[in-house]
């Protein structure tokens, strides 16, 4: 079984969705649905770690996100 990872998505202003995971910089991708797009991240995940190995991940953990209005 394969370990579990957060996933950020926005919507950009073009209607693409962007994935992207906290823990390990630089691995995002974009589709223009939400069931490609988890497609494209996980695939994504997989090569990341393929390249950097399974070890390098960072060490912090997501927690959430917060909206803050100034």
């Not at 994935?19 to 630089?26: E, F, N, Q």
């Not at 953990?61 to 209005?69: D, K």
Request: overall charge negative.
């Amino acid at each position: 079984m394969g370990r579990k990872y957060s996933v950020v998505i926005e919507k950009d202003e073009d209607g693409y969705f962007v994935a992207s995971v906290p823990s390990l910089p630089g691995c995002h991708t974009q589709a223009k649905s939400l069931d490609e797009l988890m497609k494209r991240i996980k695939e994504a995940i997989e090569l990341y770690l393929e390249v950097k190995g399974e070890g390098e991940e960072a060490e912090m953990e997501f927690v959430g996100v917060q909206v803050v209005e100034a």
